[in-house]
Nanobody, 122 residues
Framework: QVQLVESGGGLVQAGGSLRLSCAAS????????MAWFRQAPGKERDFVAR????????YYADSVKGRFTISRDNAKNTVYLQMNSLKPEDTAVYSC???????????????WGQGTRVTVSS
């Protein structure tokens, strides 16, 4: 089992920045691919970014490419999502996920955090 706890969400004005963190505990963290997903009110959960177990390979949704950066620190069992140039359409609950292989759909991941809310005002 892996437990994931997100933090860093909040209210920010358009154009601003936030850094989300996802702290993992339980089984060995560095064997898992990690990802961030988000879910806006009334919408399905969407893929945001994912990172391989080593941190070498990353992949982003087109909607966040060039603005968001995913990274991980295996020594701290933590994955991050740096979000810059935020837009109102980025407003959502952001959740991190862990799984044995990289993917862009929720079923690719076995473990999920509870989410942290990000609100971007215009």
């Amino acid at each position: 089992q892996v437990q994931l706890v997100e933090s860093g969400g909040g209210l920010v004005q358009a154009g601003g920045s936030l850094r989300l963190s996802c702290a993992a505990s339980g089984r060995t963290f560095d064997v898992y691919a990690m990802a961030w997903f988000r879910q806006a009110p009334g919408k399905e959960r969407d893929f945001v970014a994912r990172i391989s177990w080593s941190g070498v390979n990353t992949y982003y949704a087109d909607s966040v490419k060039g603005r968001f950066t995913i990274s991980r620190d295996n020594a701290k069992n933590t994955v991050y999502l740096q979000m810059n140039s935020l837009k109102p359409e980025d407003t959502a609950v952001y959740s991190c996920a862990a799984g044995p292989r990289v993917g862009v759909t929720p079923p690719s991941y076995d473990y999920w955090g509870q989410g942290t809310r990000v609100t971007v005002s215009s």
